[in-house]
């Protein structure tokens, strides 16, 4: 699985630990999101990222308040990471977005910031390459709000108004976070992004040094160059697999594993030490699927028989459990 730095960790442990409703120490969160917690202790630690996931949802569940992970991101300093260096250094938002996305992967290689462009301007987009986003929706928040601190802190506040896109259908949510964050915070959208106004990303930083920059990102460039090509954990592996198949006939664990070249027990025992299993790479791979083809305009019978879903029924009992909606009622909230 995908390992992460630990200092999010960390960070996350410090804002659990001055919470008056926390009663569980955050090293029992840990525990129960299949981390150890000896990584609060170790200077050089690294993570599984779909733990730090679990612990940002173990933590909202335990205070009983969904706001604790966007308040998380929101209480983010910035971090002295060769990234956070070079975007401070860099002439404009547009060029910071370049670099990020060509160096984050040093220090987080799970995290995909993009760029779209639409009518009401351009969107920094965050999706995630492991995680599907309707199961660890807090981590997701968490990271989005975290992202929009930092752009606050990289323009000096002078980029304005932004505006927080989550898939959240909470709008009572929306709205706390919204007050938290002092940006629009909409809801019941298409994914996670930060919405700039027309013409952001030409928004000159003021801490822009372009002697800086240069010297930062040839220190860059050999960072990239000695960095080891990682190998693809067996999760990675297994979604870029479904994600080939389908739409189609879902291949069966079985299938996948005579394909790996291996038995069924390794796949099961590899998989739960990377926090996850076959089943819910599955779901995630058919849920983002069936997302995409609604809001193409596809009609759910038919994206029911091309998920390999016995029928329609079957296809939104399965929708509704994802994501707590039915296809019919996502489909007219992202119209």
Known sequence: ????????????????????AARVPFKEILEMAGAHPDALDDPDASVEILHEAGAVETACRELGDK??????????GVPGTLVAYLVRASDTLEEALKLSQRFYAMQDPDLRLGLLE???GP????????????????????????????????????????????ETDDLEHCRRLSELSE?????????Y???????????????????LLEHLRMHGEEQLRARPVAAMSLSERITHMLEERLPGRVPTGDAVTDELGMTRRT???RLAAEGTSFKALLEGVLCDLSKRFLRDGESIAQIAFMLDFSDQAAF????????GETPARYRRAKK
Not at 3 to 19: C, F, P, Q, T, W
Not at 67 to 76: I, K, P, Y
Not at 183 to 191: A, K, L, Y
């Open 183 to 191: 940006c629009e915070v909409r809801g019941n959208c298409t994914g």
């Open 1 to 20: 699985m995908t390992r992460v730095s630990a200092y999010r960790l960390k960070h996350i442990a410090r804002v659990y630990a001055a919470e008056p």
């Open 67 to 76: 706001s604790f992970a966007g308040r998380a991101g929101l209480a983010a």
């Open 123 to 166: 969107k920094i987009t965050l999706t995630s390459g492991v995680i599907p986003a309707h199961q660890y929706p807090r981590h997701r928040e968490m990271l989005l709000c975290g992202l929009y601190r930092r752009a606050q802190q990289i323009t000096s506040g002078g980029l304005n108004p932004l505006v927080l896109e989550m």
């Open 267 to 269: 796949m099961t025992r």
């Open 118 to 120: 639409t009518v009401n």
């Open 193 to 211: 992004a930060i919405g700039l106004p027309s013409g952001g990303m030409r928004f000159v930083i003021p801490t822009a040094d372009p002697a």
């Open 316 to 323: 939104s009992v399965a929708f509704k459990r994802w994501t």
